[in-house]
């Protein structure tokens, strides 16, 4: 239903990104150290709930396409998209839940994996800055920024094409 009016990107910009290119693996690098560092939320839901208390303790919000006709949970994903945006949260649109799910070891969950928040690394917590120390970020997450910062601007997030395994 969406889909029908979607601004198509130039296709240069993105030419074989999805399937050639090593950000999935970056991305399942990514989920997977976040998820031993206990640095995940997972679902839709306790994502919002999250954000509205801790918006700038988040680095990723990868959410995965919504299925056609799911007019509700489209609406709340914009909502979330557009909050992150604001709150200069890197969003990364994936596409599939159940591979979400895989790759994070939860194949028999039945979890919603339309969302998954990966917050910053944690830091010294009696240390007086306010400020994120970046050099605790791991080469994958950095890796994984430029490729959000080279996509900023566009009106329209490419989706990256995750590995089946």
């Not at 290119?21 to 690098?29: D, E, G, H, L, N």
């Not at 994996?113 to 009696?126: I, K, N, W």
Request: include cysteine; glycine fraction near 4%.
């Amino acid at each position: 239903m969406y889909k029908d009016s979607v601004v198509p990107v130039k296709a240069e910009t993105f030419s074989g990104m999805a399937a050639k290119s090593p950000i999935s693996q970056c991305i399942k690098t990514v989920l997977r150290r976040a998820c031993v560092e206990k640095r995940l939320t997972v679902g839709l839901l306790p994502a919002i709930q999250y954000l509205s208390k801790n918006s700038n303790r988040a680095l990723f919000c990868l959410t995965a396409e919504a299925p056609p006709g799911d007019s509700a949970t489209h609406m709340q994903e914009v909502l979330l998209q557009a909050f992150c945006v604001e709150n200069d949260i890197y969003v990364i649109k994936v596409d599939s839940e159940t591979k979400l799910r895989k790759l994070l070891g939860c194949c028999g969950s039945s979890m919603d994996f339309s969302c998954v928040l990966v917050h910053y690394p944690y830091t010294d917590p009696f240390s007086d800055s306010q400020e994120f120390d970046f050099s605790t970020l791991s080469d994958t997450e950095r890796d994984l920024i430029e490729h959000c910062e080279m996509n900023w601007g566009y009106s329209q997030t490419p989706v990256i094409k995750l590995p089946e395994k």
